[in-house]
């Protein structure tokens, strides 16, 4: 086995992890396949860093890359689009273990220089992205304050400014 193939068997891994992702996506909850969207463009990230070596193409570097930066801005503008973005423990431990374990070994690799450059920072990008989005967030939708209890309907609840002491005094309108 050379090591093109070995980088190659490598890069199979997150694509079968990308299997039953897409399944879910197809078949889930709304918020459910924003989730799978985020791990999907994860794990497709990381085939390609890997198959960019197994295959001796560096321009898959830049696929990755690309990727790596619209991908989580792609999920936080469908996040707004359905209210917010629930929490994903998935892609977050995927992140953490998955973007390393592939990284550090494609920059021992890649020795000393540009490519190895590039592969550290899809990485942290990688990282970055899907540790935004996989935080969760709340409803983006805001709620007007309700009334005190004690306030007496019809009226507005918040103190009026007082009048100034040169001005001749208001008189009583409906409201007051």
Do not use: H
């Not at 709304?30 to 295959?55: D, E, M």
């Not at 898959?60 to 990727?67: E, K, N, Q, T």
């Not at 550290?120 to 540790?131: C, N, R, S």
């Amino acid at each position: 086995m050379s090591a093109s193939e070995g980088w190659l068997a490598a890069a199979v891994v997150p694509l079968l992890g990308l299997l039953p992702v897409l399944w879910y996506a197809a078949t889930g909850a709304p918020s459910s396949r924003l989730v799978a969207q985020n791990l999907a463009q994860l794990l497709g990230a990381l085939a390609l860093l890997l198959s960019a070596q197994g295959f001796g193409r560096p321009d898959y570097l830049d696929v990755a890359l690309v990727l790596a930066v619209l991908a989580p801005a792609g999920t936080l503008v469908y996040a707004r689009f359905l209210g917010g973005l629930p929490p994903a423990r998935v892609v977050r431990w995927t992140a953490l273990v998955g973007v390393p374990s592939a990284v550090v070994p494609l920059c021992v690799a890649a020795g000393p220089g540009r490519q190895a450059v590039k592969v550290l920072v899809i990485g942290a990008l990688l990282l970055a992205g899907a540790l935004v989005t996989s935080g969760g967030s709340q409803s983006s939708t805001e709620t007007e304050p309700e009334p005190e209890p004690d306030a007496e309907p019809g009226r507005d609840p918040r103190p009026r400014p007082a009048p100034a002491p040169d001005s001749p005094p208001r008189e009583a309108s409906p409201r007051d």
